[in-house]
Structure formats: structure tokens, C-alpha cells
């Protein structure tokens, strides 16, 4: 069960019964993860409203009505998934000890954050929601997928909002005053707030082009940017990343020492990506010369594609992630794009990546529908 599900009236009797009950205990009760309810709570305090709500529900006189259990059918998982899960249970990690170091003070492309690469990683990679396009098919099959296959770390590829106003190509105003920045924000919040619901692994957040619009507005108006509104405005402050309980990052992923920062020898690397080829998996296959023999993850392109090459320094994989985005946008015409994610393994030097199709609302891993 997600908070936004529940009713009003339920939410406010959660919080009324807070007072005087385990948080742990209302979890339960009412299907809820018991972080989520914690951080739900600590954020009203927050905003000066817990107190409000409470002695609004004081004043009613009428019994609490304890809220109907609903419980989800079970998914039914093939094999594959089931090895999936059997390998990567009990390794969840928490807090940040699995990042190993980040290098803030460099130039934004030469950022990088070193994960350890010597634990056996299970990763989900997700991208490109551009909200307030996403489409909301595909992020409750995404939903469906994080509460379905074990994992012990999330990554999100970027480009979490559009941004739709600050696109220096033209734009249809319709479209812009229906889905303002007030929107944008409203909608990657929503998304944010179900997947914080469904799994308490790491994040990590990654930027994306689209985001960058946001910095270089930012930059380009010296008001907002040589005032103190400028740390007030940025879009880590706006979208409460550390709230949702994301990493945010600017720059690349290696799963690598830290040791050799000079010349890094990852076992991954995940980035936005910049390079855009004709063709599902093209642009990382020219990304992946760039950096060498490494496996490799990227978005940025919204095409779903995996692949595997072979050199001197041993077996490699790469791939793109799709797009968790609308596949119609109003200035392209059946453009070349895939919704769906990916599962990712680090085994040791070996990488494995699996594409996971979303497809009319469902996601297909191996020969299993969720």
C-alpha cells in the first residue's frame, strides 16, 4: 500500500494514533513500509501541520473505523527471477557505505562517484521520466518490477523532468502553460514518493540534459545566481531528493576503487550519456569506445538495447536503459523508443544486464508478465 492510496480520513487517523501507538505497529495495520511512515510523519512536523491534524481529528467525536485490508494477489516468478532473488537476499546495504568516495570539488564531466565494486551487486537502472510526461502505465509497471525482483540498489539514469519551458527549441504554449514547472515538480514528487514506498535500497540519482536547462536558466539570471536565493532554488532543494531518500549526483557512476582515481579500472560505469547513434544500443556501443573496454549503462537515447562485446581485457556489457517517458511527444512523430528499465549483476569482474520491455502497461522479465 503506497500513503497516496489511502483516503484522507485514513491518513489523518494514522496520524492521530501516532501519538500514543508504535509506528511499526501502524505500518502493519495498514500495509505501509514503516520508514515511509516515519519520514511521512517527520515531514509534517516539518510543515507545522502534524499538530494541525491532530487536533482537527480530536475534536470529531466518532469512533476511529479501522481501514479494510486489501491484499495484493502475488505475482507468480519463473525461475529466473526466483534465482534472482534467492542470491541477493539478506545483501541490502544501508546508509552510504557503499560509496566509497566523491570527487564534488572537480568540473562537472570529470565527477565521479566510486561504489565498491568488491560486494555482489544486484542494481536496478531506471530513466528519462521527463515528468510531467511520464507515462504513468509504465511507472506502475516500474512499481510492479521494484516490489517484485530483490535488489540492493537503485540508479536513476536522469533527466527527471522536462522542462518543458526552458527548451531553446519552439514550443507548442498550450502545452507549456497545461504542464508548467509547478506541475513538473508535482508529478517527479508523486513518482518519487511511490518508489520510496516500494524499496528502502540505496539511490543514487544521476542529472541528464534536460535537467542542465534548469542550471544554465540559473546561471544566465544574476539576481537568482549571485543572490543567496540561488542554493534556495536549486533543483535538489525543489525536488527534496534527500527526503525521497536518493543520492543526488552530478557526473558518473564507476563501480571502482577509490584508490586509483588517476587511472580507474571499473567493473561499471553508468552515466547520462551525450552520444546519439541511429539504432537501439548504437550510442552506448560509441560511448563504450570512449571509455574503453568497461561495461557500460546510459540513457539519454529512451532506447531499450543490450549487448555484449568481447576484448583483450576479457567480457564486456553494455546497454541502454529506454524511457519511462510518453512515446509521443508533440514535435516528434513515432519516434524510435522503448519504455522499460534494467536489471543489472556485478559478480566479480563479470557483469550481466538484463532489459526489462514495458509494454501496454506491463513489464516483461524472462517469460514472466508483472
Known sequence: MVWTELGRDVQDKIILRSQTEPIEKLAEEYQLLPQSLHRKIRRLKQDGLYQWIIDKQSKKSAPQQKMAEVKPEPVKIDPFIARIN???????????????????????????????????????????????????????AMIRVIKTLDHNIIINGGDNLDLYGLSTFAKDYDNLFQNNFDKEIKEHNRVMERIAEASNAPKVS?????????????????????????????????????????????????????????????????????????????????????????????????????SYMRTLHGQHCIAEGGTLRGLNPDYMKYPDWQNGMLHFVIDGDTVSITPILISNGNAYIGNTKI
Open 86 to 140: 534467492n542470491a541477493v537476499k539478506g545483501s541490502a546495504t544501508s546508509n552510504n557505505q557503499y560509496i566509497l568516495n566523491v570527487n564534488p570539488d572537480a568540473q562537472v564531466k570529470d565527477r565521479v562517484m566510486y561504489i565498491d565494486p568488491k560486494r555482489q551487486w544486484h542494481g536496478i537502472f531506471f530513466t528519462d521520466l521527463h515528468c510531467p510526461y511520464q507515462d504513468d502505465d509504465s511507472i506502475n
Open 206 to 306: 544521476l542529472y541528464g540534459n534536460h535537467m542542465e536547462r534548469y542550471d544554465k536558466w540559473l546561471s544566465a539570471t544574476p539576481f537568482v545566481s549571485m543572490g543567496s536565493a540561488k542554493n534556495q532554488m536549486s533543483l535538489d532543494v525543489l525536488l527534496s531528493m534527500g527526503y525521497y531518500g536518493w543520492n543526488p549526483f552530478m557526473g558518473t557512476i564507476m563501480f571502482a576503487e577509490k584508490e586509483n582515481q588517476m587511472f580507474p579500472k571499473p567493473v561499471l560505469v553508468l552515466d547520462h550519456g551525450t552520444r546519439v547513434a541511429k539504432g537501439s544500443g548504437k550510442s552506448a556501443a560509441s560511448q563504450f569506445k570512449s571509455y574503453g573496454a568497461v561495461s557500460y549503462i546510459m540513457g539519454h537515447v529512451h532506447r531499450l538495447g543490450v
